[in-house]
């Protein structure tokens, strides 16, 4: 027999929101969790986005909350959630308001990068639950505004990746301040020692529950891998992004990760040039423009959003067709995290690695460490030629001196120059418009086509079709690698 939200023992203002939510079916975690949670336990969870624990945490906080009825504290909060990242907590507030839609609580969230002195007047009443990034927190505490003595729930979530970001200091001054006797719940993706001592220190006696390991969230993505040089890859990923060069899947919202800030703007600010927008999310970013750029890839207005490993965690976008890794995370787990924005909900994903000669060892550690297994794509046909016509530094240009010509602008000058890499379909169809499966090629969509020219022109329809069929061999070029 399936399981229901019923059955779990949630009540009726919460069922009736995951009603409109459109939730059927509790995901593991949240089978797991949520009976022990409603009991009023500990837990210590290993699980990562993607995987329902949000819902799996905040269904049973919210049912707990309203049961105790207790008032809502001046200047503090009756449940507690922090996150290690703005865009986290501001997912995990927006879920607490949709769950919590029925019942009543108030829900507020605080993060770094925004206005302190509206913070602080938007908790002087106090609030059912706050989601908080701990550096603001403990400004609000600095300065008197917020007090934590109010505290009945705790729950830090993505804890791995806070203790990564260095916020266990900020932990430490924090825990203190809560009431001894509260529920703490913890969520990882991942399980070292720091984390075992963590839950060691401030959980009670916790039920386990485990999803999703590592090799797991691999298994339902797709992943591919062109061994590529590293001053090739933006010609590459712009080939890819104009249906130049085919890969597997259809496009809908394309997630490009980079290891740093500065080489996130660099592909954004060279897609730009050759007419693919793109958006930027990183730490440099203030947080306005990480929500607009969060805004437009949901959206699908601008479906291509290239972004670092701290800066994504917690992205929650359904429908993120493809991952593509233009630099290869130097942490193996990093590499887990990215492809599983990718996936999300059980849905299947397609992520694209592109390993350069050296991100060999990344390539070889993230091997040994998740289980994963890539097929190798081919580079396109003579894609060196095609190489030295795309997109030269200025610093090149001034090198190679005057002849070399000008960066292509519009699609037929880039057309002309690409010679052999040309679609076919697309040579016949011209740019923006839609091209036919390549003969033979075998796609996860079924060959339903998709968007030609950059990944904004035409929106897919629904992108959930993909089938399930894994890595059959079947495909050109598909050898392992
Ligand atoms: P999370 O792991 O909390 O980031 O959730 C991942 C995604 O799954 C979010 O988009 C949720 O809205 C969605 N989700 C969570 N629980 C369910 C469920 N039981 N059925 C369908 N979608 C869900």
């Known amino acids: 027999m399936t399981t229901t939200f019923e059955h779990l023992g949630l009540s009726q203002p919460v069922l009736a929101a995951l009603d409109m939510k ?18 009023g336990r500990d837990l210590l969870g290993i699980a990562q986005t993607g995987t329902g624990k949000t819902a799996a945490f905040m269904l049973p906080s919210i049912d707990r909350l309203r049961e105790a009825d207790n008032q809502t504290p001046f200047k503090s909060c009756r449940m507690l959630v922090l996150a290690p990242t703005r865009e986290l907590a501001g997912q995990i507030a927006q879920s607490a308001k949709d769950y919590g839609a029925m019942a ?138 104009k249906g130049r060069h085919e890969v597997p899947g259809k496009f809908e919202r394309i997630l490009i990760f980079t290891r740093t800030k500065h080489g996130a703007d660099r592909v954004v600010k060279k897609l730009a040039q050759v007419g693919v927008a793109a958006n930027a ?118 090198q190679r001196g005057p002849k070399v010509r000008a960066k292509p602008r519009g699609d037929s000058a880039r057309r002309d120059s690409r010679g052999p890499v040309e679609n076919p379909a697309k040579k016949a169809g011209g740019p923006g418009k839609k091209h036919p499966n390549r003969a033979g090629k075998p796609r996860r969509d079924g060959g339903a086509g998709r968007p030609g020219g950059h990944p904004g022109g035409q929106r897919s329809a629904g992108g959930g079709g993909s089938s399930r069929r894994r890595r059959s061999g079947g495909r050109p070029g598909g050898s392992r690698a």
């Open 104 to 241: 009543g609580l108030k829900v507020q969230s605080i993060v770094g990068g925004t206005s302190v002195g509206k913070d602080r007047n938007k908790l002087h009443r106090g609030t059912d639950i706050l989601v908080a990034t701990p550096g603001r927190l403990l400004d609000l505490i600095d300065q008197k505004a917020f007090k934590l003595n109010g505290v009945e729930i705790l729950v830090l979530d993505e804890a791995d990746q806070m203790l990564d970001l260095g916020f266990i200091h900020a932990l430490r001054q924090i825990v203190p301040l809560l009431p001894a006797e509260r529920q703490t719940l913890l969520f990882s993706a991942t399980m070292p020692s720091s984390i075992k001592e963590l839950s060691k220190n401030y959980l009670t006696n916790p039920a386990h529950v485990s999803v999703t390991p590592a090799a797991t969230t691999a298994e339902r993505v797709d992943q591919y891998l062109f061994m590529v040089q590293q001053d090739e890859k933006q010609a590459l990923l712009e080939l890819i992004l």
């Open 22 to 39: 459109g939730y059927n079916t509790p995901t593991p975690i949240q089978q797991q969790a949520i009976p022990t949670l409603l009991e």
């Open 281 to 398: 999310i990183h730490g440099n970013k203030s947080q306005p423009q990480r929500q607009r750029a969060l805004d437009e890839f949901k959206r699908a207005k601008v479906p291509v959003l290239v972004a670092t490993d701290v800066a994504a965690r917690g992205i929650d976008i359904p429908g993120v067709s493809h991952v593509i890794n233009y630099e290869l995370p130097n942490v193996p787990e990093q590499y887990v995290h990215r492809i599983g924005r990718t996936a999300r909900a059980g849905a299947d994903g397609i992520a694209i690695a592109f390993c350069a000669e050296d991100e060999r060892a990344y390539l070889k550690d993230i091997r040994k460490n998740t289980d994963a297994e890539f097929e190798r794509l081919p580079l396109p046909d003579n894609f060196r030629a095609v190489v030295e016509g795309v997109g030269p530094t200025k610093r090149e240009q001034k």
